[in-house]
């Protein structure tokens, strides 16, 4: 048991941030959900992969969260790196055989990275979640169908809408100049 918290623990908590926007409540919300997942082990029948079903309970403990406290737009992702998010998509661009990036590409890199987080930031908790399993965990489509209890068709369509309404958002801050 200690091996399977120790293994996922992170990357729980990760999630739980990235959904949830606030150190403290992500704290929180991971430990209960790593807690409902000791507790369900016995439930687990092993027909999806551990992961999905893990995801399953930890991404419902974060919606129960929201929906629990009305949790919305004033909550604000820390801009401290979140363990497991060295990882995340796009956060190792501008590394160029194993070099650190020139002092320019950093902040660039720093910029890139802080615009996507605002735009992030500003969608549907919907839009952000679904993104959030699919670009940030790398979930495939029936896993995140089964996390989200619905059809792989409607993850796509979902998925789809999510990436076009952060698209628009990352558009409006480059044409807003007080947003730069």
Known sequence: ???????????VFSHCLRVLRHRQTAEDVAQDA????????DSY????????WMYTIVHNACLSKL??????????LDTGA??????SPGLGAGLA????PDAMSRVELGE???RLLDALDRLEDDYRAILLLRDSRGLDYEQIAEILAVPVGTVKSRLFRAREA???EIENQSSDPSAL
Do not use: C
């Open 97 to 100: 055989q194993g070099r650190e």
């Open 45 to 52: 029948d092993g027909r999806s992969k551990f992961s999905t």
């Open 166 to 168: 952060l698209r628009r």
């Open 112 to 114: 890139a990275h802080r």
């Open 67 to 76: 929906r629990s406290e009305k949790y919305r737009r004033h909550a604000r």
């Open 1 to 11: 048991m200690g091996l399977l918290l120790s293994r996922h623990q992170d990357q």
């Open 34 to 41: 790593m807690v409902k997942v000791i507790q369900g082990l």
């Open 82 to 87: 979140a363990p497991g998010e060295e990882d």
